[in-house]
């Protein structure tokens, strides 16, 4: 297996180096929202601690990022008012991993309503704070 790069975008966004917008921090995880979501509310749930994927993270690492993901699947179902939710992990390239740093996919989904393509149109900054906003929101009431 290819070794971790700590050059990954990820790895530059939790050293302070690359901006985001995150919507929730604990210790072991970060959430911030893709930069290219395929559909509103759609974020990303980081273990802090450096793995490739799924295949090297450590087991209470990926625990935490299960955790937080429970978390947030069920913040953004509430957040959008959305009728479901989708969860993806890639892993390697030929799983379609392009950002090689352990992450989830959390997308909220609509009855009826296609998802955007993967990484295809950058939000905008503007959209991607009001979403971020209508999470908080929500987590800020737990």
Do not use: W
């Not at 087991?59 to 008012?81: E, H, N, P, S, Y």
């Amino acid at each position: 297996m290819t070794a971790y790069d700590n050059d990954n975008i990820f790895a530059k966004i939790m050293r302070g180096e690359l901006p985001c917008e995150k919507v929730f921090e604990n210790k072991k995880t970060l959430v911030i929202m893709d930069i290219m979501p395929r559909c509103d509310g759609h974020v990303l749930v980081i273990p802090k601690k450096p793995s490739r994927n799924i295949l090297d993270i450590k087991q209470k690492d990926a625990a935490a990022v299960i955790k937080t993901a429970r978390k947030m699947a069920k913040t953004v179902l509430k957040a959008f008012g959305a009728d479901g939710v989708t969860i993806q992990q890639f892993n390697e390239p030929a799983g379609g991993q392009v950002v090689f740093h352990t992450h989830v996919h959390i997308i909220p989904r609509m009855d009826g309503v296609r998802m955007g393509p993967p990484a295809s149109e950058m939000a905008d900054a503007d959209v991607l704070k009001a979403n971020a906003d209508k999470i908080r929101a929500v987590l800020a009431k737990k």
